[in-house]
């Protein structure tokens, strides 16, 4: 029930956005609770990561086909959008701030590759995403580096898309194509932020460091905090 809950507040207009909210916490919580049953329930640290990679893998999937699809499932003009995943600005102890991609940084690049990554990427426009669709099933996907533009995050290994959408979705969904985007590290981030499924924190002061623009990406940054923890031995 709230699953199918989720899928009409979040592709359609709905005014009470509380209720979408209290859905999501509740499916957050639910996530969280079972990744630190499966823990406690495991004392093997090989066992107890392969579990919470299970974990990641699945929501990771379910996360992307989500998006992927709101073009077939929305009216046109739909209203839903996604934003970067995770907070650019953080702060450390101290509260000195620090930034995830700092300006006038050159960043790393990193290949990745559409059959295979977790890539989020929302389409939009019908007639373009026709278009996409017949033009990398004829001629294959080529990467455009002044049109194909996206954020590759390590350890999460999600890769967000903000420019190119319609061909890199239908590279992704034809399985065909490699994109090159600018790689950030997120492990960066487990010490100081936090998330409830709603906001990111700040872990040293409980300030809210903005919105999480769904909860599955809240899920995949904690267990996969979790996962880091088990691996350094925390």
Known sequence: MLRILR?????????????????ETIEFNCAMDYARLIVQDTSNKKEQIVLLEFMLNVVRADLKVDILSTIFYSEENFERVIGFP???????????????????????KTSVDLANECVLVLSWDRKSMKHGILN?????????????????????????????????????VQKKGVLQANKYDVSKLFEHVHTDGVFWYNSHNNQKLGNVFDFRVSIIYEIAKLKHQ?????
Do not use: W
């Open 136 to 172: 990398v099933y004829k001629y294959g996907f080529t990467f455009d580096k002044r049109d194909h533009i996206a954020e590759y995050y390590s350890y999460v290994n999600i890769c967000y898309v903000y420019n190119g959408n319609h061909s890199i979705a239908s590279g992704i």
């Open 230 to 234: 088990i691996e350094q031995g925390e």
């Open 7 to 23: 899928r009409i507040v979040g592709k359609q207009k709905f005014k009470n956005k509380a209720v979408l909210l209290r859905a």
């Open 86 to 108: 995770f907070p650019n600005e953080y702060y450390d102890e101290m509260g000195t701030e620090l930034k995830l991609h700092p300006k006038g940084e050159t960043a790393i």
